[in-house]
Nanobody, 125 residues
Framework: VQLQASGGGLVQPGGSLRLSCATS????????VAWFRQAPGKEREFAGV????????YYADSVKGRFTISRDNAKKTIYLQVNNLKPDDTAVYYC???????????????????WGQGTLVTVSS
């Protein structure tokens, strides 16, 4: 199982980016893929997750309405569209997955077994 995040960069407040998570070694139809972020000096924070088995997405309140998760089956890639970015969104963004079925919460980093290397998003004027 491998994940590789990319697409980060420097963007002005109010701008947008599309982050990508290229996956291999597992089926997107069976494993959830989540996005987390970690700002300097802070703990890793849940941003959103899409469970393909139920075709539902869940987002943290702090990003709801601004972030959207989608996927390209042919490319086995998960996307995180981030809009109306704010300086507080500055962080390293990670994608993660797990083969486990019985999870107490999809919003906890401890629920995930495989992580991408992260991509840095910097929001600054």
């Amino acid at each position: 199982v491998q994940l590789q995040a990319s697409g980060g960069g420097l963007v002005q407040p109010g701008g947008s980016l599309r982050l990508s998570c290229a996956t291999s070694g597992f089926s997107l139809n069976h494993f959830p893929v989540a996005w987390f972020r970690q700002a300097p000096g802070k703990e890793r924070e849940f941003a959103g997750v899409f469970r393909w088995s139920t075709n539902t997405a869940y987002y943290a309140d702090s990003v709801k309405g601004r972030f959207t998760i989608s996927r390209d089956n042919a490319k086995k890639t998960i996307y995180l569209q981030v809009n109306n970015l704010k300086p507080d969104d500055t962080a390293v963004y990670y994608c993660a997955t797990t083969p486990r079925k019985a999870l107490s919460s999809l919003a906890l980093p401890s629920s995930y077994d495989y992580w991408g290397q992260g991509t840095l998003v910097t929001v600054s004027s």
